[in-house]
């Protein structure tokens, strides 16, 4: 079971940091995603982590200002947000693979099979 945390309503340009809780053995070996979905648009890819090769990846509109982490002892996955801007508005979801399935993209929803409930963020301009 995958449990978000950490939404809220902000200012653009604020900061906003979510976690990503696993029970059990929900954590893939391989690593984790994060992906948020507007009102009426598609699930989107926003970064994940590889922790084999401690790679991450995120989509163009977030690099430089989101930071994908994770604590092992505490299970959990981060995803710091700063310079929020209103298009990051969005459900943000964590999202995890079978845990013997390698994601060979690592950004499309399909190659994920665990899902967080998700949490809103909003950003006012």
């Known amino acids: 079971q995958l449990v978000e945390s950490g939404g809220g309503s902000v200012q653009a340009g604020a900061s906003l940091g979510l976690s990503c809780a696993a029970s059990g053995s929900t954590f893939s070996d391989h690593g984790v995603g994060w992906f948020r979905q507007a009102p009426g648009k598609a699930r989107e890819f926003v970064a994940a982590?590889?922790?084999?090769?401690?790679?991450?990846y995120y989509t163009n509109s977030v690099k430089s200002r989101f930071s994908i982490s994770r604590d092992n002892e505490k299970n959990t996955l981060y995803l710091q947000m700063d310079n929020l801007q209103p298009e990051d508005t969005g459900v943000y979801y964590c999202?995890?693979?079978?845990?013997?399935?390698?994601?060979?993209?690592?950004?499309?929803?399909?190659?994920?099979?665990?899902w967080g409930q998700g949490t809103q963020v909003t950003v006012s301009s």
């Open positions: 982590i590889n922790w084999k090769d401690s790679r991450t």
């Open positions: 999202a995890a693979p079978l845990r013997w399935s390698v994601p060979i993209t690592w950004t499309q929803p399909t190659e994920y099979y665990y």
